[in-house]
C-alpha cells in the first residue's frame, strides 16, 4: 500500500545559498529599476550586483562542508528524487562563475569618459537611430537594467552544472539563455547588427532547446525518469527493445549543450554574436556560458551517460575535431578582432572537449582548470578590445590596430601577452591548460586520445600564427594615416584610433584577468590541486 503522508522536501539552504544570494539580488535589482532615481541607479546597480557576487562566493566556500543531494525526496525503493546535486565539480563552477561575473559587471559598468554606460544603448526597445532613441540619449536615460539582467544569466549558469535531472538542466539553460539574448541586442553603436546578432542567438538558441527537449523526451521513453542515476542505472540494465531510443536522445541532449560552447557544426551563431554584442557582453558570455555548459556537459558525460559511453563517444570525437579544426583554420581568414576571438573560442572549446573524453578524473580537473585560465583571460581581453576606440566607435578592424603599441605600449603589451596565453606559448594559463587536456587525453584517451591530443598541437600551433599576427600588426606596423582608415574596409570614421581612458572598475578587471593568467602558467600548482580535489562527482 502506497503511503499517502505528506512528505518534506529536503533542502539544505546552506547548499544553495549561493544560487538564492544571486536570485534575489537580481529580482533587488529589477525592483530598483522600478523605483529607484534615475541618475542613482548605475551607482547602485554596479554595487550591489559586485557585492551579491562576491557575498555568493564566500557563500561557495562555505558550502563545501555540505555537499550532496538537496531540493527534493529520498524517494522509495532508494532512489533519489533530488533537483541539485551539489558536489566538488558544482561548487568550483559556481565559485569560477561568480568571480567571473564580478569582473564582467565591473566592464559592463565602464563609462568611456561619458555620464552613462557607453556600450548601451539608452533605449533597448527603440529603433536604431529614431527620434526616440535620440529622446532617450538627450534626457540622459541609462541601460542600467543590463546588470539585474547579467545577474540572471549568472544564476542560471550557477544552476546549470548542480542540476540532477534533464528538466533541471533545461530550466538553466533557458534561464541563463533569455538575459543573453536581450543583452546582445543592446549594444549603442552598430544597433542593427547588434539587433541582427540578437535576433540570430535567439532564433538558433530555440532550435538547440527544442533538440534538447526533444533528446530529453526520447531518454525518458528509454529510462522511465529523468534523474541522472536513473537514466545511468537503466543504461547499465539494458532494456534492448528501447536501444533505438537510447542514442538518438543521449545526442540530441547534447546538440542542446554543445551549441552554447560554439562546438562544430553548432557554432554558426558564435562570430555574429560575437561581433554584434556589446563587447563588455561578449567577454563576460565568452568566458561564463562556456563554462557553466561545459560543467552541464561533464555531469550528463560522466553521471547521466556514463553507462553508455561507447555508444555516443565516437560522435563527440568527431565534433572535437572539427571544432579544433574549423576554429583555428578559418580565425586565419578573419579581420574582425571580436570574430577573430569568436573563432578562438570555437578552438578552445574543441581543445576542452578533448579533456573531457579522457573519462577519467585527471580529464575532469584539466576541464576545471581550463575554463578558469580561459575565462578571465577572455574577459580581460575583451575588455581591452572595449577601449579601443575611433571617433566613439569601437576599433575592431584589424588594420585600425596597427602602431597600436607604439601609441599605448602598456594597453598593447596586456593584449599581446593575452594572445600568447590563447596561444598557450608556456609561462602563460594557456600553457598550462593545453597541457593539461592533452596529457589527460593521452594518458587515459587511448589511441583516440592520442590522435585528437596531436590535432589539438596542430591546431594550436596554426593559432599561434593568428595571434602573432596581431602582436606584429600593434608593435611592428606603422599606425594607419586619417587618409588611410578612411578609405580600409571595416575601418571606420577618418579620426585616430585611440585607447581611452578607462574606468577603475574596467582598469581592475583587465589588471585581475592578466594577473591570473600570469601567475596560472608561473606557479599553477595551487590551481591544479583544488581542481584535483574537486573532480569527483557525487553519484
Known amino acids: 500500500m502506497v503511503s499517502t503522508a505528506f512528505e518534506p522536501a529536503q533542502v539544505d539552504y546552506l547548499a544553495i545559498l549561493p544560487l538564492l544570494i544571486v536570485f534575489g539580488a537580481a529580482i533587488i535589482g529589477v525592483l530598483i529599476e522600478a523605483f529607484a532615481p534615475r541618475e542613482r541607479r548605475h551607482v547602485v546597480q554596479t554595487t550591489l550586483a559586485v557585492v551579491a ?19 527534493g525526496l529520498a524517494g522509495d525503493g532508494g532512489r533519489h528524487l533530488f533537483a541539485l546535486t551539489v558536489d566538488g565539480p558544482a561548487l568550483f563552477m559556481q565559485g569560477a562563475l561568480v568571480l567571473m561575473g564580478v569582473l564582467g559587471v565591473l566592464t559592463m559598468s565602464e563609462r568611456l569618459g561619458g555620464v552613462g554606460p557607453d556600450a548601451f544603448t539608452p533605449s533597448g526597445a527603440s529603433t536604431p537611430g529614431s527620434t526616440v532613441e535620440s529622446a532617450a540619449t538627450r534626457a540622459g536615460a541609462v541601460t542600467t537594467e543590463v546588470f539585474p539582467l547579467t545577474l540572471f544569466a549568472v544564476a542560471g549558469m550557477m544552476l546549470f552544472p548542480t542540476a540532477n535531472d534533464l528538466i533541471g538542466m533545461f530550466v538553466a539553460l533557458e534561464v541563463l539563455s533569455l ?6 541586442g543592446l549594444a549603442r553603436r552598430r544597433r542593427l547588427l547588434s539587433q541582427e546578432a540578437s535576433l540570430k542567438y535567439f532564433l538558433l538558441g530555440a532550435f538547440s532547446s527544442a533538440f534538447f527537449l526533444f533528446g530529453t523526451a526520447l531518454l525518458y521513453g528509454y529510462a522511465g525518469s529523468v534523474y541522472f542515476a536513473d537514466i545511468s542505472a537503466a543504461i547499465a540494465s539494458g532494456p534492448l527493445a528501447l536501444n533505438g531510443l537510447l542514442v538518438p536522445g543521449a545526442f540530441l541532449v547534447l546538440v542542446g549543450l554543445l551549441f552554447k560552447v560554439g562546438a562544430v557544426p553548432f ?7 560575437y561581433q554584434g554584442a556589446p563587447t563588455p557582453v561578449t567577454g563576460f558570455m565568452a568566458a561564463a556560458t562556456k563554462a557553466a555548459a561545459f560543467g552541464a556537459i561533464l555531469r550528463l558525460a560522466y553521471v547521466g551517460l556514463d553507462t553508455a559511453r561507447w555508444e555516443w563517444t565516437n560522435a563527440v570525437v568527431i565534433i572535437a575535431f572539427l571544432t579544433m579544426v574549423v576554429g583555428a583554420v578559418l580565425s586565419v581568414t578573419q579581420t574582425d578582432i571580436k570574430r577573430l576571438l569568436a573563432y578562438s573560442s570555437i578552438a578552445h572549446a574543441g581543445f576542452i572537449l578533448v579533456g573531457v573524453l579522457a573519462f577519467d578524473r585527471k580529464g575532469i580537473s584539466a576541464v576545471l582548470f581550463y ?14 578590445v572595449n577601449l579601443v576606440r575611433q571617433n566613439g566607435t569601437e576599433a575592431t578592424h584589424l588594420s585600425q590596430w596597427a602602431g597600436l603599441g607604439k601609441r599605448h605600449p602598456v594597453v598593447a603589451a596586456a593584449f599581446a601577452f593575452l594572445m600568447l596565453a590563447f596561444a598557450g606559448i608556456p609561462l602563460t594559463s594557456g600553457f598550462v591548460s593545453k597541457f593539461a587536456v592533452f596529457s589527460a587525453a593521452i594518458g587515459t584517451g587511448g ?8 590535432v589539438g598541437v596542430v591546431c594550436s600551433a596554426i593559432t599561434v600564427f593568428v595571434y602573432a599576427r596581431v602582436i606584429v600588426l600593434m608593435f611592428f606596423s606603422d599606425p594607419p594615416s586619417d587618409s588611410t ?13 585611440a585607447v581611452v581612458t578607462p574606468s577603475v572598475g574596467t582598469t581592475f578587471a583587465i589588471a585581475v584577468g592578466t594577473m591570473i593568467t600570469l601567475a596560472l602558467g608561473v606557479l599553477p600548482s595551487a590551481l591544479l590541486d583544488l581542481a584535483d580535489r574537486a573532480s ?4
Open 179 to 184: 538575459p543573453l539574448y536581450i543583452l546582445t
Open 536 to 539: 569527483q562527482f557525487v553519484r
Open 447 to 454: 589511441a583516440t586520445g592520442t590522435v585528437l591530443a596531436v
Open 267 to 273: 557554432h554558426a551563431w558564435t562570430p555574429d554574436v
Open 53 to 71: 557576487l562576491l557575498a555568493a562566493f564566500a557563500a561557495v566556500v562555505v558550502a563545501v562542508d555540505h555537499q550532496g543531494y538537496t531540493m
Open 371 to 384: 575554463l578558469v585560465a580561459y575565462g578571465f583571460a577572455t574577459i580581460a581581453a575583451f575588455g581591452i
Open 485 to 497: 582608415a578612411t578609405g580600409t574596409p571595416g575601418a571606420v570614421g577618418s579620426g585616430p584610433v
